[in-house]
């Protein structure tokens, strides 16, 4: 029920944990700055770079086209959340070498189904 769960989190974009993610996906595809500032038809590189530093967020055109451009869905870029608990089981002392293997490859799927 909306209101009454002290647990309750209201859903907001961490500005620099979006930078790092936006930056590690373009390095894992090989796509720079300038690729995306000619892709979104941007007149300066600035914005790139303060969108990588976790200075600014780019607009929702925007966020919908680099999603597109890089293959994976918004919420994938702008939410961590599946990653970090990935990361916190794949630590876990309990859990086999091959369960870290599964979730090893399930983070790299395609996020886009």
Request: charged share 30%; glycine share 6%.
């Amino acid at each position: 029920m909306l209101g009454s769960s002290e647990t309750e989190h209201y859903p907001s974009i961490d500005v620099v944990k979006f930078g790092a993610k936006l930056k590690e996906i373009c390095e894992e595809r090989n796509v720079s700055a300038s690729d995306l500032k000619d892709y979104l038809h941007l007149s300066s590189i600035q914005a790139i770079y303060l969108w990588f530093g976790g200075k600014r967020l780019p607009n929702i055109d925007n966020l919908y086209a680099i999603s597109r451009y890089l293959g994976v869905r918004m919420d994938d870029l702008i939410n961590s959340e599946r990653e970090e608990k990935a990361a916190v089981i794949m630590q876990e002392e309990s859990l086999p070498d091959h369960g870290k293997r599964v979730l090893f490859y399930w983070k790299r799927l395609p996020k886009d189904k």
